[in-house]
């Protein structure tokens, strides 16, 4: 069975401070020597074990898991929530998913509409896009910036620095107190992107899926490539580390994702809670009382 073991661990990790290169440094169509099979079979023990990882997550109610997804258009996001996440139990698991801020989101910082929506403890919180989009989208599209109703010095030069320190300070803070920040970026390459979107327009079923802005967002590709590097270089921190997923081979994909967040649940030491002596009394007498009846 395939292991998440700590050397592909390590060429997945983006390594803080590093200066990278998406195109050399990460291989979208990385090979894990992994058949269609082994990769589902993968997957499913994966699944079952990050089940019973949030159960005891819930029942401890001490630490709560922020999960993030990045990606360009069509990398598999949505897919990948499905699947890896199939087997949580919904009571203790909520997805947000960031489009574009509202007129009440933008009379705030940028940081508010996240803090928002973090999960409380003991539970799961996914966020498809985040609030790195005000370091990518925002970046690529500084007409954006433009119109955030901000004071000069919060728009000028040094905005990006700026933008990276405040998130760092913000998920150390919540790492400190219980939370556990895990960063994904789906890692799709140009010719997948490609391939995936003319199926779209080709299959009646996806076109849901396909917007006319997919395609004028693909022609600032290099542009994202940048700010992407530049914000992993910044942002991928020992306490909130950025994985760079190869995203061409959705089935490796959601096995790496899904490893990978096994791996930091186990690292808690999670157990279900210890009833002190005196309920276990009252335990007992309620046992009695029923087989009484």
């Known amino acids: 069975m395939f292991e998440m073991n700590a050397e592909i661990l390590k060429r997945l990790r983006v390594k803080p401070g590093k200066k990278i290169s998406l195109a050399r440094d990460f291989d979208p169509d990385f090979d894990a020597s992994l058949s269609r099979e082994e990769s589902e079979a993968a997957l ?11 159960d005891k997550l819930y029942a401890q109610n001490t630490y709560s898991l922020l999960v993030i997804f990045q990606a360009m258009d069509a990398a598999g996001k949505d897919g990948t929530i499905k699947h890896v996440m199939s087997g949580l139990n919904p009571q203790g698991c909520q997805v947000f998913s960031f489009k574009a801020p509202s007129q009440e989101e933008l009379d705030h ?8 929506a973090l999960p409380e403890r003991g539970r799961v919180g996914i966020f498809n896009r985040s609030y790195y989009e005000e370091v990518l989208v925002v970046r690529v599209h500084p ?14 030069k040094g905005v990006w620095k700026q ?6 300070n913000f998920e150390r803070h919540l790492v400190e107190n219980g939370t556990v920040v895990l960063k ?19 299959e009646p079923e996806k076109h849901w899926k396909f917007s ?14 940048a700010a992407y590097q530049e914000c992993f270089r910044a942002t991928s921190t020992d306490w909130a580390p950025w994985y760079v997923i190869p995203a ?25 809670p210890v009833i002190p002596s005196d309920k276990l009394h009252a335990l007992a007498d309620a046992k009695a009382a029923l087989e009484a009846e």
């Not at 910082?109 to 996240?114: C, E, H, M, N, S």
Request: glycine share 4%.
């Open 44 to 54: 499913r023990e994966s699944v079952g074990r990050l089940t019973e990882l949030q």
């Open 109 to 116: 910082d940028f940081l508010w509409r996240p803090a928002k």
């Open 143 to 156: 007409e954006f910036l433009e119109r955030q109703q901000l004071p000069p010095h919060a728009k000028g």
């Open 163 to 168: 933008r990276f320190q405040q998130i760092n």
């Open 184 to 202: 994904f970026f789906l890692n799709v390459s140009k010719d997948e992107q490609k391939k995936r979107f003319l199926e779209r327009i080709a």
């Open 212 to 225: 006319a802005q997919d395609v004028v967002e693909r022609g600032h590709w290099d542009a994202y490539m």
């Open 248 to 272: 061409d081979d959705k089935a490796f994909m959601r096995v790496a994702v899904a490893g990978i967040i096994c791996r930091a649940l186990e690292k808690l030491k999670l157990s279900y």
